[in-house]
Nanobody, 125 residues
Framework: QLQLAESGGGSVRSGGSLRLSCAAI????????MAWFRQAPGKEREFVAA????????YYGDSVKGRFAISKDNAKNMWFLQMNNLKPDDSATYFC??????????????????WGRGTRVTVSS
């Protein structure tokens, strides 16, 4: 399992942008795919985006297509989620997750063995 840590969350007004980062902590000896999920209070964890190890395969959840972009820097063991045109419905805690390969679509939380603790995003109208 990888140790993951998210950063970059915060508060923004509707239409604004945020860039989330996820870093793998410590020595990383395996290749892995990663994803972003989000969870709002009282709701199930929702798939946001996923990217393969080499970055050639990318998926997005329907609610973020055209607004969010996932990317990665394997040399730095970091991944990113650029979020544009944010809406109040995007408010949630965002988690990065990783596993050796992508098992979807569809992508379920159980498909990923490593998780960060999350970073909070709040979008006001």
């Amino acid at each position: 399992q990888l140790q993951l840590a998210e950063s970059g969350g915060g508060s923004v007004r509707s239409g604004g942008s945020l860039r989330l980062s996820c870093a793998a902590i410590g020595r990383v000896d395996i290749t892995y795919a990663m994803a972003w999920f989000r969870q709002a209070p009282g709701k199930e964890r929702e798939f946001v985006a996923a990217i393969s190890w080499k970055g050639g395969t990318i998926y997005y959840g329907d609610s973020v297509k055209g607004r969010f972009a996932i990317s990665k820097d394997n040399a730095k063991n970091m991944w990113f989620l650029q979020m544009n045109n944010l809406k109040p419905d995007d408010s949630a805690t965002y988690f990065c997750a990783a596993d050796q390969q992508l098992m979807g679509p569809p992508f379920r939380p159980d498909d990923f063995g490593s998780w960060g603790r999350g970073t909070r995003v709040t979008v006001s109208s």
